[in-house]
Each structure stands twice: as structure tokens, then as C-alpha cells.
């Protein structure tokens, strides 16, 4: 979870957090988070769904009140953040398109959501034809300059980013902090971000702000796994479920700290599994895929898998899950020609180091190592910090026999191991 999540948009990664790979002390203690494993109730989505059914017949009793659409989008994202459903994040975006369309897209606010909700989609290039739509309206400027900023990050329009965070500058503002945080933790200065996600914090627990303290209480444990601060990182997961007991997000990267640091692969299938029956995701499987792996049990290691993929069929995720779908290709010669195809659609819609990275890689897995360097020589190399990144950048240049330039990527990512994952220990030993 390298990346942070800007509310309400960002999504779901997998590797979480990273530092120094070691058999070390216990961090974690069941009796910590068991109690909040498998809860029958949800008051988010219990509350999100009165709301639904209050402002529908509201909104059915008089259907010129188009606000109340927005009401009712609202709370179908709450929806989607609990339950994972993507039936309700694209319930969300058709409320919010016929809103919009009955403003003329005039509204700047109901714009901005939309724009929001085809982030979570991935859909970035159209978000940010929103998000310039909102600037012109010009209502509300500031809040679409974080919204411009948030966009452009994605998109990899990294100049255009930090035009927009300088014009919001203010030092007392969470919004702006996490932001620059964001930005310091984009340019390898992790040291720099979690500085100023503590001072986010610090204001949120100032205001007593629920959901701004669990939104920084997160993404700390996130930032202080980067850092190797693997105790700090499990005490302030810890203290975002004690505020929002069905908060999976945390949970989840719990569940890697038992799995990455702590190699107890039982306890954390135990932690995924109690998660999935009620915020079920395709990436939960290929964590438990990685997790059969390491216990070398391949029967359910492509039994997860292929339950990944089966999910992938069940549902339209658009291009949510391109990236982890090219990896998984890539694996397989057999299927690495694939994996080409969907990171040129990667590159094509998000032209960012990580996009080419999949490209590189892809092409590196069918064997043109050659193509594979040129692409992370132009578009990868220098341009990003995450170890997985850096793991396939190592592999390039050593199938192009260039050691001096692999050995020292290797010794960075020996002290990279918590992110990578048990899985990577051996691989990156070889390199």
C-alpha cells in the first residue's frame, strides 16, 4: 500500500508496507484484533443504507429535487468502500451522471464527485476532464486544485501536480498535508512524508475529526512499514480499527505484517479470510495465493488464483485490476504476450514509470530483453521508488548483462524484503 489513498478515491493494493525482512520478535498479538474479525454489524453500512432508502422515496415523491441524487450517490460510495461491491461504485456513478446532466454540468460539487468515482474507476484521463471543467466553472477553486493535483499524480503529469499543490498551500490544512506528503513520498523522501502525515494527523485528532483520524491512522501504518517501523505501523493500524471496527483496509495490512514479517501464514489466511466475508475484493485471493506459495502448497496456490480470475469474469472491473492481471500474466510465457497487450493499455491511459514498468517487464518475460531495456532505461529508471518496480528493473539489466548496475538495486532491495514479500526473499538473493 505504498500509495496513499486521497479520499475517498484510491485504491487497493496488495504489498503493503515495506523495511527490513527479518525472523525477528513477535510484533502482532491475536488478542489485539481478533475481536474485530468477522462482525455481523456494520453502522457504516447499516446507516448508508437507511440514508439510500430515506432520500429515494424522498427523491421518488419528488423527482425535480435532483439533490437529492447526490444524496443518494453518497451514500452508495460509503457502500462501495465497505462492501467492495463494484455494483455500487458504478450505481454511483450513474446517480451522479444523471445529476450532472440535469445541471448541464453547472454543479461544481456534483461534478467533482463524478470526476472522484471515475478515479476509483481508474478512468483518469476522464476525471480530468471533469476536474478541468470544475476549475472553469471557477466555484470552489481550491477544492479542485486537490482534486487537479490528485489527478495529475495518477495520470503521471507530475509538473502540473505540483503547480496545483503550491497554489494550495497551507501549512494548517490536512488536505494539503497529506497531499505533500504524497508528493514527498513520490520523490524517495519517505523521511519527509511521514513528517507531515504526522502533522495531518495531529490536526485531525485536534478537531476530534473520526474520519480524518482514520484516514491518517492508515495510512501511517503504511508510511511507518515503508520506513521499517514495523511495531509503529502495527500500533497505528491498530488504532484505526479501534475507531472503525470494519475498516478492512487496516486489517488488511495486519494481516501482511503477520504474513511478511512474522511468516505465520496460518493467522494471516485466518485474518483475509474473516475480511472477505464481508469486503470482498479479487486481490484477496492473490494474497492468499502468495501466502499458499510461501507455505509451497501449489494445489492452492492456483486454486486462489483461479478464483482471482473467476471473480475477474463475474464482475466488470473496467481496467481497476490491469495491473495485477499483467503481472499475473507475465509469469507465464505462455501467456506474456498478453501481458504486453494490457500494459500498452496501461501506458496508453496512464503513462507512468509503473505503467511502463509492465511493459518492460512483459516484454522481458517473452524474451526481448533488448526492447525490455530500452523501455526501463526511457521510462522507469530513476522515476520510481518501489521495490517490486526496482525488483524488475534488476532483472532487466541482468538479463542484459549489466552487473553494475544490478548489484546495487540488489542491495537496496535486501533491506526491501518486508514489501516484496517471503516470496521474494530467494529471488532477490539470486539477482
Not at 454540468?105 to 471533469?130: C, D, G, M, P, W
Not at 504474513?259 to 489466511?269: G, H, I, L, M, Y
Request: glycine letters at 4%.
Amino acid at each position: 500500500m505504498k500509495t496513499l489513498k486521497i479520499i475517498p478515491f484510491l485504491v487497493f493494493t496488495i504489498l503493503l508496507i515495506f523495511g527490513c525482512e527479518t525472523k525477528s520478535e513477535q510484533i502482532t498479538n491475536a488478542d489485539d484484533y481478533t475481536k474485530y474479525l468477522g462482525l455481523k454489524d456494520n453502522k457504516s453500512v447499516t446507516f448508508a443504507q437507511n440514508e439510500i432508502d430515506f432520500w429515494q422515496k424522498k427523491f421518488d415523491a419528488a423527482p425535480n429535487q435532483i439533490s437529492y441524487l447526490s444524496q443518494i450517490a453518497a451514500n452508495y460510495s460509503t457502500l462501495f468502500e465497505y462492501t467492495g461491491d463494484i455494483k455500487n461504485l458504478y450505481k454511483t456513478e450513474e446517480l451522479l451522471i444523471q445529476s450532472n446532466e440535469a445541471y448541464d454540468y453547472s454543479r461544481v460539487s456534483t461534478v467533482r464527485s463524478l470526476a472522484r468515482n471515475y478515479i476509483s474507476q481508474h478512468r483518469f484521463k476522464e476525471a480530468l476532464v471533469l476536474a478541468n471543467k470544475a476549475l472553469a466553472i471557477g466555484e470552489g477553486k481550491k477544492e479542485t486544485q486537490k482534486l487537479l493535483f490528485d489527478v495529475q499524480m495518477e495520470l503521471g503529469n507530475y509538473p502540473e501536480a505540483v503547480k496545483n499543490l503550491n497554489v494550495i498551500r497551507d501549512m494548517n490544512s490536512f488536505d494539503y498535508l497529506i497531499r505533500l506528503a504524497k508528493w514527498n513520498d513520490h520523490k524517495g523522501d519517505l523521511e519527509t512524508a511521514i513528517t507531515f502525515m504526522e502533522k495531518a494527523r495531529d490536526i485531525a485528532e485536534k478537531e476530534d475529526n473520526k474520519v480524518l483520524k482514520i484516514w491518517s491512522y492508515s495510512n501511517l501504518g503504511d508510511f511507518y512499514g515503508h520506513a521499517g517501523r514495523i511495531q509503529d505501523s502495527y500500533d497505528s493500524f491498530l488504532k484505526t480499527v479501534a475507531l472503525d471496527p470494519n475498516y478492512s483496509y487496516a486489517l488488511k495490512g495486519i494481516a501482511w505484517i503477520v504474513f511478511s514479517k512474522e511468516r505465520n501464514t496460518e493467522e494471516a489466511n485466518r485474518i483475509i479470510d474473516a475480511i472477505a466475508t464481508t469486503h470482498n475484493t479479487p486481490d484477496f485471493y492473490l494474497l492468499k495465493s502468495q501466502i499458499a506459495q510461501f507455505d509451497g502448497n501449489k494445489s492452492e496456490e492456483i486454486k486462489n488464483r483461479n478464483a482471482y480470475f473467476s471473480m475477474m469474469e463475474k464482475n466488470n472491473y473496467g481496467a481497476m485490476y490491469n495491473k495485477y492481471n499483467a503481472l499475473i500474466y507475465a509469469e507465464d510465457k505462455k501467456t506474456a504476450q498478453k501481458a504486453i497487450e494490457i500494459a500498452k493499455i496501461e501506458v496508453a491511459h496512464r503513462p507512468t514509470a509503473d505503467s511502463y514498468d509492465l511493459l518492460a517487464w512483459a516484454y522481458l518475460n517473452v524474451g526481448d530483453n533488448k526492447k525490455a531495456l530500452e523501455i526501463a532505461q526511457l521510462h522507469v529508471a530513476g522515476k520510481s521508488f518501489e521495490p517490486k518496480i526496482q525488483y524488475h528493473l534488476a532483472m532487466i539489466y541482468k538479463s542484459n548483462n549489466l552487473p553494475l548496475k544490478t548489484k546495487p538495486i540488489k542491495d537496496e532491495l535486501l533491506s526491501s524484503l518486508y514489501e516484496l514479500g517471503p516470496n521474494f526473499e530467494k529471488k532477490v538473493n539470486q539477482l
